[in-house]
């Protein structure tokens, strides 16, 4: 592994000069066209094979409707012009919310998610084109150990003890785990949220099992006893029922996508896709049975990530420049994480075949990230580019690659970490740098915040 280093890069060839000293497995492009391909979900079709990844904003209603802050975030990533848009995690339960501002949708509050569909696909047609369709799904999601749904103390909802997650968020040994019976009523629940979903006018839903959420952990709880744990088929048993009962809820048309964690990045016998000696080492065997089977079940979409955002290490998920406070500096430089989150998905992508990846990790690549996609797309790696930070940070970017304006360096997110911090800081966030009128004042409020209540202040 090399040593960590900031993005510093002002020619494609000197990036390409450095990605091959560190003898990486990343690749260029320059004939960008590819970008620009239209790409089957399912009975659908993209017009582009750019890709939003969800980008969850924390700032919802209290009753977990779309805010004019989300409302917003999509009208810009409609605008944006990518061909699919994977809107940000949103809860199936109330006790599941990650924070109190998590999305969540219900019977209620169908109407405020059309509006706000409507909106993001009126803002694509203004600057696409009256015929511009992008694909729009909505992620899923029961946030496990690390729900918070009220106040400013988590609730945690937990699939097995992990001895090296659980001091992290305040779980005492005796806690009990979550019941076999409590889970075996999510399947409904997920499939009560899809249908709201379809109403709502999205073309599909997410199953999210990945980040160390609740069906995350599941996938690696080889110490629960029971039927939702210990061998391959029981820790998979839940996300399989949610499956199915979303399947036929919603029909045969609903795209059913899936999010997963292909690598945890975690100890054996807590971490999912990893060598059971050395972590670090990704073992293939259950990604690849798990893929096989997602398949199998009729899911449409995939998108594989990695690692816990909320561990040390958070760079097997998104590399960065700049940690959030208190991560320490990776072991490794950013284009060796960004390779191995690119091999995931052209490994995913080989074992999902006609099932479209969604690949991830590109926004440290910055203007360069064109380039990077177009590669991955041509030798089959994946079928969509898809961006995070980068969508929040310049949520124009896929239009401009796609009229050959290409990517502005001023406009590209520089990997901070701050709309983490804002995060982790119980804040609304969204990119503190580039749009930064609105969200500079909220990582303020957020930062004061979270050092009062350090200090064990009172936060009004
Ligand atoms: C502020 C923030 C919010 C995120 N919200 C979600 C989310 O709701 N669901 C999800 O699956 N991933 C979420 N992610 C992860 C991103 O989708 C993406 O996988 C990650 O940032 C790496 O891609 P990038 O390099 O393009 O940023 C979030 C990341 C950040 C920084
Ligand atoms: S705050 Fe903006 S520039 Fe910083 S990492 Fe987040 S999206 Fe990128």
């Not at 002002?10 to 066209?33: K, N």
């Not at 949708?105 to 369709?133: H, Y």
């Not at 971490?271 to 893929?291: H, I, M, Q, Y």
């Not at 950013?334 to 989150?341: G, Q």
Request: hydrophobic fraction near 35%; aromatic fraction near 10%.
């Amino acid at each position: 592994m090399a040593k960590h280093e900031k993005f510093n890069f002002t020619e494609l060839s000197q990036l390409r000069s450095r990605a091959e000293e560190l003898g990486t497995d990343l690749h260029f492009s320059e004939d960008i066209s590819i970008l620009s391909k239209p790409v089957k979900v399912g009975k659908l079709t993209t017009p582009n094979a750019f890709a939003v990844l969800p980008m969850e904003g924390c700032d919802s209603n209290e009753d977990g409707s779309p805010s004019e802050l989300v409302r917003r975030r999509y009208r810009r990533f409609g605008a944006g012009g990518s061909g699919l848009i994977w809107w940000e995690a949103c809860a199936v339960v109330p006790e599941g919310r990650a924070n109190p501002r998590q999305m969540m949708i219900t019977k209620e509050n169908v109407k405020e998610f059309a509006e706000a569909l409507k909106e993001s696909r009126d803002a694509a047609k203004e600057v696409m084109g009256k015929d511009f369709e992008a694909v729009h799904i909505l992620q899923l999601t029961h946030s496990g150990r690390y729900s918070r749904p009220s106040g400013t103390k988590g609730k945690p909802i937990i699939a097995q003890h992990d001895p090296y997650l659980d001091p992290r968020v305040g779980i005492q040994q005796d806690m009990p785990v979550v019941s076999d019976e409590y889970l075996d009523t999510l399947p409904q629940l997920y499939a009560e949220a899809a249908v709201c979903a379809k109403n709502a006018g999205f073309d599909g839903v997410d199953i999210k099992a990945c980040h160390r959420y609740l069906m995350s952990e599941l996938l690696a709880a080889f110490t629960r006893s029971g039927k939702y744990g210990g061998n391959f088929e029981n820790r998979t048993r839940l996300l399989r029922d949610c499956i199915r009962a979303v399947r036929k809820a919603a029909g045969e048309d609903f795209i059913i996508a899936c999010r997963f964690n292909v690598f945890d990045a975690h100890p054996y016998p807590y971490g999912f896709g990893c060598d059971k000696n050395d972590f670090w080492k990704f073992d293939s065997t259950e990604p690849r049975a798990l893929v096989e089977m997602l398949c199998r079940e009729g899911v449409s979409l995939l998108s594989n990530s990695a690692g816990n955002p909320y561990y040390i290490y958070p760079q097997v998920t998104r590399p960065f420049d700049t940690s959030s406070m208190g991560i320490p500096v990776p072991d490794e430089h950013p284009l060796e994480s960004i390779s191995r989150a690119f091999a995931f998905t052209r490994l995913i992508q080989k074992t999902a075949g006609e099932v479209p990846v969604v690949g991830n990790a590109y926004t440290w690549l910055r203007q360069y990230i064109p380039y990077a996609g177009a590669a991955n797309l041509a030798d089959g790696s994946c079928r969509f580019v898809g961006l995070g930070r980068s969508s929040i940070a310049y949520p124009d970017a896929p239009r401009d690659v796609l009229s050959g304006r290409g990517m502005d360096p001023k406009k590209c997110c520089i990997t901070c970490s701050k709309c983490t911090q804002i995060m982790r800081d119980q804040g609304r966030t969204g990119c503190v740098v580039r749009d930064s009128d609105i969200y500079l004042p909220l990582y303020r409020t957020a930062r004061s915040e979270a050092e009062a209540r350090e200090k064990g202040e009172t936060v009004k």
